[in-house]
């Protein structure tokens, strides 16, 4: 921004918003690029993955910091049964010390920063530790090693293959882990149990170096569907992203659109007072000056240009009431003053009024109302500027000696429709879209009618829409154009039928009026004796 350039108080907010979006918008594009990256690479070698597949085994490791040592616990207490209990303390410790070393790596990999790890160093450095956590859980086949009893070496065996299982499992993120954890296990337990010079201890350790091998095989299906899961992660990063940087680009359009529709209603509304008193001025002297109200005018150009002005003027007035009309509509600001009316009233009305237009063409006018309609809900002035804009669409594209159609009627859903067919050019039908919108207009329009703005129909359709109703267009070139509005059948107001039929009641209360005396029903009145009456009367007359 230059010096020159000045920020308002109010402006300052969205300046603010503009760049803190554009920051955003570049981290994402990073991020974005940097999975992109990820994805190119190769599976096994790409140095993004190997940084997760180090991670992965770390939280493996540091979430068994309880349970191995444990484990490393009661198969030392399990040896005591056969071997001196220095042998397995000696062992034990040397064990604990080596899986607290690892575990210290592995803790101190978690707390730093992904941007500080170099991960082959890490990973040099995890695989020498693990190498020595291996050879550690490897001492256990050199405990007993002379012992005659065949439960110790069974319990060796027992133990080193769970031992392997754990180990492949923790480790299968990184391959090379895997084989520096496991290999010297195997590698101990086979010389252990061929040292005991058995046919029987032989097969034990061969079928030793039969599962290592099948457990390296397992530790390589679980390492492809890590870097399947990885992919799998990274796609749905750059999706994420993708959807991030999508959605920043929609909140930044969305907010210069509404920018843009505040600015629009602000002007429009200043404008069009602005607009209007000049414009008041120029019909009004124009006008005047025209009619020669305060004396003639000499000079028969000055008043032809008088009179030119005054046509301008109100055509520019008129332009400027149908931008503010479209604008309140898409604003939501109409408001619809709804009552019952007929629709083929306004229709006779509005072609009263342009009559006179047509006439000057010799446009011949074809009126068919269908009778009997049941009026509508809506709102009479928009349902005549809904018909003007219509007929006077038709009138300005007719050509002279044509003839224009007027229609009112019923569907058979119920639906009342106003219908207008001209004889005119017509509309190709890749320009319908266009002529639909606002200030829309087909390229034969401008050879063959009057100028005009294209606010016509945006106009109508929009107050249809407004009515619940629908807006229909067919056309067809050379041979003239079809404009129908429809109106919903919940705004036909069907008058309901009678409660009885008229007269009914009239002749029930009459045979009522006739009815003989001994067919009445017998009314239960009190009875009061004589001399009951009479001592109730002189009561009364005391009192």
């Known amino acids: ?112 920063e992904k941007s500080e790890i170099n991960v082959d160093s890490w990973r040099n450095r995890l695989v020498s530790v693990e190498l020595m956590y291996g050879i550690a859980w490897a001492g256990i086949s050199l405990i007993g090693l002379g012992s005659p009893n065949p439960a110790i070496h069974m319990f060796v ?204 063409k010799d446009i011949n006018i074809v009126e068919e109302y269908a009778p009997d309609l049941e009026p509508i809900w809506a709102d009479e002035r928009s349902v005549h500027q809904i018909y003007l804009n219509l007929f006077s669409n038709a009138v300005k594209f007719t050509p002279r000696h044509g003839t224009i159609r007027t229609e009112v009627g019923i569907t058979d859903e119920g639906e009342q429709f106003i219908r207008i067919t001209d004889t005119g050019p017509g509309i190709p039908q890749d320009e319908i879209p266009k002529v639909i919108q606002a200030f829309g207009q087909g390229s034969l329009a401008h050879e063959n009618a009057e100028g005009g703005t294209g606010l016509g129909i945006p106009i109508v359709i929009n107050l249809i829409e407004l009515h619940g109703g629908r807006f229909e267009l067919t056309s067809e070139l050379r041979k003239g154009t079809t404009v129908t509005v429809y109106f919903p059948k919940k705004r036909v107001m069907v008058a309901m039928p009678p409660l009885q039929p008229l007269g009914e009641e009239r002749h029930r209360r009459k045979s009522a009026i006739v009815q003989p005396k001994s067919e009445r029903t017998p009314v239960n009145r009190p009875v009061v004796k004589a001399d009951r009456r009479d001592k109730i009367l002189r009561q009364t007359m005391q009192q």
């Open 1 to 112: 921004m230059s010096k020159s350039e000045t920020i308002t108080p109010d402006e300052r907010p969205a300046v603010s918003d503009r760049r803190s979006g554009r920051d955003e918008r570049n981290s994402t594009r990073f991020q974005i690029r940097e999975v992109r990256a990820k994805l190119a690479n190769g599976e096994d070698f790409n140095p993004e993955f190997e940084y997760d597949r180090l991670q992965m085994f770390v939280q493996n490791e540091i979430g068994g910091k309880v349970t191995i040592p444990l484990l490393a616990i009661v198969i030392a207490m399990s040896l005591l049964h056969w071997v001196p209990a220095k042998d397995v303390v000696i062992w034990l410790l040397i064990l604990l010390s080596v899986k607290t070393l690892l575990l210290s790596l592995c803790q101190k990999f978690a707390k730093t």
């Open 157 to 360: 065996f027992a133990a080193t293959i769970v031992v392997l299982t754990i180990r492949v499992m923790f480790a299968s993120s990184v391959m090379p882990i895997v084989y520096a954890g496991t290999v010297p296990l195997s590698m101990m337990l086979f010389v252990r149990l061929a040292s005991l010079d058995s046919q029987f201890y032989l097969t034990m350790g061969s079928l030793v170096c039969g599962v290592h091998v099948y457990f390296l095989f397992l530790a390589h299906g679980l390492n492809s569907t890590i870097n399947t899961m990885l992919e799998f992660r990274a796609e749905k990063d750059m999706l994420i992203g993708d959807l991030e940087e999508a959605k920043a680009i929609s909140d930044s359009a969305r907010a210069r659109a509404e920018a843009a529709s505040m600015a629009k209603s602000r002007f429009l509304a200043t404008m069009s007072h602005e607009l209007r008193t000049p414009l008041n001025a120029i019909l009004g002297f124009s006008e005047v000056m025209g009619r020669q109200l305060f004396g003639p005018v000499e000079n028969d150009t000055y008043r032809e240009y008088a009179n030119n002005i005054h046509d301008s003027g109100k055509h520019l007035l008129k332009l400027i009431n149908e931008i503010l009309d479209l604008t309140r509509i898409e604003a939501g600001r109409f408001e619809l003053m709804e009552k019952d009316i007929m629709i083929s009233e306004i229709a006779r009305d509005c072609n009263r009024l342009l009559s006179l237009k047509a006439s000057c």
